[in-house]
């Protein structure tokens, strides 16, 4: 059974920094997609970050929307994956949800951690 549960959203100021983590639990695989996806209340669900496993490439993928002030990352182990988030915008208020699959980042979901960004 695949667990991801996220933790560290909270309340910051527009131009501060948050650090997301989540824990995950895969019993048998060791190479897969870890992504975040990210939900405001009104709008579609936005994919923000996925991180391709080594025998892929080991690419990272993030939205325009975050590029250059996100920063997706896992532990050697991948069992913890992170998302730096820096210079916020009130516009990252959303719900953050961990991903994780084989074939790409959609196939398991975590709860959710929300992330307030006030201006």
């Known amino acids: 059974e695949v667990q991801l549960v996220e933790s560290g959203g909270g309340l910051v100021q527009a131009g501060g920094s948050l650090r997301l983590s989540c824990a995950i639990s895969?019993?048998?695989?060791?190479?897969?997609?870890i992504g975040w996806f990210r939900q405001a209340p009104g709008k579609e669900r936005e994919e923000v970050s996925c991180?391709?496993?080594?025998?892929?490439?080991?690419?990272?993928y993030y939205a325009a929307s975050v590029k250059g002030r996100f920063t997706a990352s896992s532990n050697n182990a991948k069992n913890t994956v992170y998302l730096q988030m820096n210079s916020l915008k009130p516009e990252d208020s959303a719900v953050y949800y961990c991903?994780?699959?084989?074939?790409?980042?959609?196939?398991?979901w975590g709860k959710g951690t929300l992330v307030t960004v006030s201006s």
């Open positions: 991903t994780a699959g084989w074939a790409g980042c959609m196939d398991y």
């Open positions: 895969i019993f048998t695989a060791t190479d897969y997609y």
């Open positions: 991180i391709s496993p080594s025998i892929s490439g080991g690419r990272i």
